[in-house]
């Protein structure tokens, strides 16, 4: 069999970092794919070949080879758990998500033995706080499920998408598989069913500050040291995170451009935003019916901090030119992750 499955990326509207601590998030799956192609033939010697398009890597692994290496990378994880490493020491490659990944399929369902064959391509945007781990992360984990024809319920593909993006996050809320997995617009919170919203006439754009210095991993780590569980700032995220949800449902522009404001000033808070983004979009801000934050994880050093959600009528050309940073129009993916089957084994 073969199939092709299709991720869309994700930015936040709203509640990032503040999700890790239970506060509710809104999030929105966006037109980048990732895509996954998957081949598996039963005859053959067990064996996994991964194919990364982005990194120009192909590999080759026996299977006690890749049991061994997904081995070594939880026992990094546990350190990690332990406080002994840091969280960039857990996935150190990026072959090392995908052996992650296989590996706790593997553990959940038992990975068929045979030849797979696997080549996964991210959208250009990656290490831009879009969930691109996540994506690859669904888009192979719905491959896996395709091939082996599971019936698994989305809350027990979710948790292990959580799971395994905990390597890579440290501390992982879910927003991010969840948001990739429905599509659309949701509301979504630990232990609350997942709300879908209306996206209505939503107009934004998206903004490329440029690959973030570090890791979405990192930025959780540096802001879960300043602040606690229960700091009072995770209210006042979960407070805007609230108006921005009913300015988005009473398709009120003003409130939802002044709560997207209030949010970018709880970001700056603590310490996601760097000084060149501050700046940048305080000179946004000044434009008429415009307002901007960071819509993913940040950066907690460098100059760059991912992608920049922009809601305006008008497209913020001249100050994105003085800046020299990339935009587009934001593209809403209302479908989640899908496969396709594009050879069938019969
Ligand atoms: C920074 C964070 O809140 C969002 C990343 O898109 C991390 C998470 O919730 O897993």
Not at 223 to 240: G, L
Not at 253 to 278: D, F, M, W, Y
Not at 309 to 332: D, K, N, R, V, W
Request: aromatic fraction near 6%; hydrophobic fraction near 40%.
């Amino acid at each position: 069999m073969k199939t092709l499955c299709q991720a869309p990326a994700k930015i936040l509207l709203s509640g990032e970092h503040a999700v890790v601590y239970g506060s509710p998030g809104l999030s929105m799956a966006v037109n980048l794919m990732t895509l996954c192609q998957v081949s598996f033939c039963p005859q053959d010697p067990p064996f996994i070949e991964i194919e990364l398009v982005d990194y120009q890597q192909k590999h080759a692994f026996p299977f006690p080879l890749w049991k061994k290496l997904a081995i070594n990378i939880e026992s990094r994880f546990h350190l990690y758990q332990q406080e002994v490493g840091s969280i960039n020491t857990v996935l150190q490659h990026p072959i090392d998500l995908i052996l992650v990944i296989m590996d706790h399929f593997h553990h959940a369902y038992r990975l068929k033995q045979g030849h797979w064959s696997i080549k996964i391509q991210s959208h250009p945007y990656p290490s831009r706080g879009l969930g691109s781990s996540a994506a690859v992360i669904l888009s192979l984990l719905k491959s896996l499920v395709t091939h082996q024809s599971l019936n698994i319920s989305n809350t027990d593909l979710l948790a292990l998408a959580k799971t395994i993006e905990s390597r890579q996050h440290g501390r992982s809320s879910g927003i991010d598989p969840t948001s990739i997995l429905h599509g659309g617009l949701l509301r979504f919170q630990h232990h609350r069913p997942v709300l879908p919203l209306e996206t209505h006439g939503f107009k934004g754009w998206l903004i490329d500050t440029g690959v973030a210095h570090t890791s979405t991993g990192q930025a959780v780590e540096a802001v879960a040291k300043k602040f606690k569980h229960n700091h009072p700032i995770w209210q006042k995220f979960t407070d805007v995170t609230n108006r921005i949800q009913t300015a988005c449902e009473t398709e009120n522009g003003e409130a939802l451009r002044k709560s997207i404001a209030e949010n970018h000033t709880l970001l700056c808070e603590i310490g996601v935003i760097p000084q060149k983004v501050i700046n940048f979009i305080a000179q946004l801000n000044k434009l008429p019916c415009t307002s901007a934050k960071v819509c993913g994880a940040g950066a907690v050093a460098g100059q760059a901090a991912g992608m920049v959600l922009c809601i305006s009528p008008q497209a913020p050309q001249a100050i994105c030119e003085t800046y020299g940073y990339h935009f587009m129009p934001l593209e809403i993916s209302s479908q989640g992750v899908f496969c396709h089957i594009l050879e069938s084994d019969l």
